[in-house]
């Protein structure tokens, strides 16, 4: 794999960021014509499901036991993430959706402060502090 230019990376973040914002749009819409947040995460994990076994499955025909109790461990939580997810989008806003699920970025240092006992930043501190605020302050 060639490294990419600071311009491609660029663009390829900011077509990741595009798909990734307008997902809610299509989401919230799916919602509103009656599709249940269970079936509309049961479609999008057989898809995607189904793409990484096309591109993966020499990978995931070799897993032992251990990985796969990891991987379906990963799942479900990535599951219940996305449940609660798209099942809140039916009660807020796109744009409400996706600004408190990407504050799990600055959550980060504080779990693995909690997992790793190792204390964030003073930065994460005033992070989490204002993206909070900033969830009070749109309502």
């Known amino acids: 794999m060639r490294n990419l230019t600071r311009w491609q990376s660029n663009v390829i ?17 799916a919602l509103q014509g009656n599709l249940p947040a269970g079936h509309l995460n049961a479609l999008r994990g ?6 990484m076994f ?18 379906l461990f990963s799942g479900l939580i990535n599951f219940l993430g996305y449940q609660l997810q798209t099942s809140g989008l039916k009660y807020t806003t796109p744009s409400n959706s996706a600004f408190l699920t990407a504050t799990y970025i600055v959550m980060i240092p504080f779990v693995v402060w909690f997992l790793l006992k190792r204390k964030p930043l003073p930065k994460s501190f005033l992070a989490i502090v204002l993206c909070f605020l900033g969830t009070n302050c749109f309502d």
């Open 46 to 51: 057989l898809v995607f499901s189904g793409l």
């Open 13 to 29: 973040l900011l077509l990741t960021a595009i798909i990734w914002g307008t997902s809610y749009i299509f989401i919230k819409e």
């Open 54 to 71: 096309c591109f993966f499955s020499k990978s995931i025909c070799k897993i032992n036991r251990t990985d796969f109790k990891i991987g």
